[in-house]
Nanobody, 118 residues
Framework: VQLQASGGGLVQAGGSLRLSCAAS????????MGWYRQAPGKQRELVAS???????YYVDSVKGRFTISRDNAKNTLDLQMNSLKPEDTAVYYC?????????????WGQGTLVTVSS
């Protein structure tokens, strides 16, 4: 399956963006879908994830600001990002994983660039 992220852009600090991810095929509900990001000079990190039953995970730095949602029927994944900060600047990717977020199952696409200006 291929995943395509979109919705990035340039926004001022305090602003909002909504990222979307479309899968080319069906994603098993037993797999988690996640949003990752990689800032320049830093390792890729898992920002948020969701699995069947709407169980969600957020990295501490985005809790209360980001909301992840998943549409199993449409095989899409969204990330609503509010109160954006300059440190949120990164390329954002979507992927799926099973037992560990470090073991992403799909190939990494181009991602979508989010730039937050101060």
């Amino acid at each position: 399956v291929q995943l395509q992220a979109s919705g990035g852009g340039l926004v001022q600090a305090g602003g909002s963006l909504r990222l979307s991810c479309a899968a080319s095929g069906s994603i098993s509900r037993s797999l988690a879908m996640g949003w990752y990001r990689q800032a320049p000079g830093k390792q890729r990190e898992l920002v948020a994830s969701i699995i069947s039953g709407d169980t969600t995970y957020y990295v501490d730095s985005v809790k209360g600001r980001f909301t992840i949602s998943r549409d199993n029927a449409k095989n899409t994944l969204d990330l609503q990002m509010n109160s954006l900060k300059p440190e949120d600047t990164a390329v954002y990717y979507c992927n799926v994983y099973g037992t560990s977020w470090r073991l992403a199952l799909a190939s990494w696409g181009q991602g979508t660039l989010v730039t937050v200006s101060s």
